[in-house]
């Protein structure tokens, strides 16, 4: 019985929420994994431990497969390219992947689309810091344009700090002026290769130390205008890179007296801690999604069912095991959907999440941070 | 990192879709099939190929799980009723699951607990046919006692027809009178082992040639009276049994000018094919609360989310490999939510569901049945 085969380059818990729509889609998947006890390895039986930056690991991945794609960007673009040329899809392509890689190359295509961005230089040396600051305002963020990941990567440096990180004329920094939001938003679409194009309604993101913790759908008291045009910004960047698979296009919101402001903060293309809330909120989640693009498949519904929907990430958990705490879960929250990731605990690691949908927003977010509050065995008296 | 493993007897569809709810609650599925290539063996990674009447998988697969459940009912009782014996738990227990195994225990039972069925009696006799069948009027059903499934194992028979089954007076058949039903109802109960028990709404089934082909989930049109009485007739056999797990309850519904009338005709111990609309409509689905169930974890919430679903079986497919259909299905049906099971295709073969849920139940029947005639290679010129 000949099945769709997607290669899924990584071992995380992306990988493994996308087994829960292959399955439903009879999509047979192959996952590079870091290790046989990953969350993937877990719940994929054809796991391979392999490093994603193996060529011949990835090539043997992408012979089995009708198409490679990815839960991380971490890939050597290079070995993609040779890939492709050699006629193994790979979705999303290294010339759109590079964008979701490099964080200068994905400033300079930005510019170059008229995408909204906060104003930004490149970095060589602590004079180019200096000199940017004194241009755009202290303090500025300074990035590692490549291998930085919920808040790694980052810094805000104020006038006469030092950077944390290596300045190098050959291997420069990001710099960016600091955004003086009063909120985070993303929006998550998702293109096929010929051009189809799908949205979800545009959420908020609430971080904590540079880690998204809260999501609410659809971001709160947004003028339609600006719902629009964080629409348009998630249409214009996915057309204009070429992406295929779903891409997350994370804003910052600078709301004044005198009308919103929308500056594009960061992009991954794969699926995205921002769209966990589609599993249980709309009609096809982004994992599904991510598969019937990278397939070559029409793209599924993505209307919200519920008026609103909140997810919350379990960062951490003060119990060895948080499933131990689904007597109390379950018994509070019986509407909650709780998704574990079959991972150890480690401080602060994403362990898991947790989307409650309903009518309130305010009663479906206090819902949600309770039940974070019982997995992280953070009990009220 | 310890988890909850759940053992399951079988390697069907139905602990396929339990694997997709085990991976979010980050339960550990191990199953025993059929055969290494069975629907659940391309899902779930700890697969063990054994026969489901083998006291010794049976007994290695209870030592490594928490609870022993099951995916159909062909398991031997005195099995399992030693591995309980020596300490193991096994949800449903044999002395409730005896009921879903051998239709005149079930029929005795029920009698015992007052819930209304057609009127029925044992043969080992052809005279005890006829007998019967002038006693409540022809035709009469016959049913094998054990081992039926999908309409295998049940005859109609009329005066002066043979009974296709061996008549025996060490094992009877069962007789019933034959219903002059209007339509089929089913509800589905989920009852932890302490008696916490929920219900979903009532679904009205469609058979076709023994098989459920369409579910509707309300069962529209039934009167306030005799859903509660629907529901009330699945809590008392839950209760009554005391089942562990999600009970099925397939009733006949008779609709006279003088009121309706209900009589029950089939249970099932497992998550069951009218309970597919569960995956995609409510809030719990039938898998994720049968794991929860037989955990002994507090139950989900089963509200509908919508105000109807409709659920079609794919049985059988002119098509080599239905998923060969998806760009026509994805195209013309966005919002339906496709279920295929990994099984070669064969004439009237279980192959895969299709669930729609929406606000009008008229329009969700015809895409629904759209949806079946693409998927099986049936399309309109």
Redo the contacts between chains.
Sequence with gaps: ????TVAVVGGGQLA??M??AA????V?LIALVESPESAT?????D?RVGRADDAEALAALAHEADVLTFEHEHVPNATLAALRAEGHPVEPGPEALVHAQDKVVMRERLAELGVPCPRWAVARSAEDVTRFGEAVGWPVVVKTPRGGYDGKGVAVVDRDETVPFPLDAEQPLLLEEHVPFTRELAVLVARRPGGELRTWPVVETIQRGGVCAEVVSPAPGLSPTTMRQAEGVGRLVAEGLGVTGVLAVEMFLVETPGGDRLLVNELAMRPHNSGHVTIDAH??SQFEQHL?AVLD?????T?Q??PWAVMANLLGSEL??P?DA??TL??EL??A?????????RPGRKL?HVTI?GDDVDTLRVQAARAIEILSGRRRA
């Design positions: 019985m000949p099945q769709r493994r929420m087994q829960q399955v439903g889609l009879q047979r390895a877990q719940v994929v039986p796991s009609t096809t019937r498949l029409p793209l599924g519904d209307t069912r519920e060895e095991e499933s689904y007597p379950m018994t019986p509407h959907k709780v998704h574990l990731y079959g991972k150890e605990v898991g949908v």
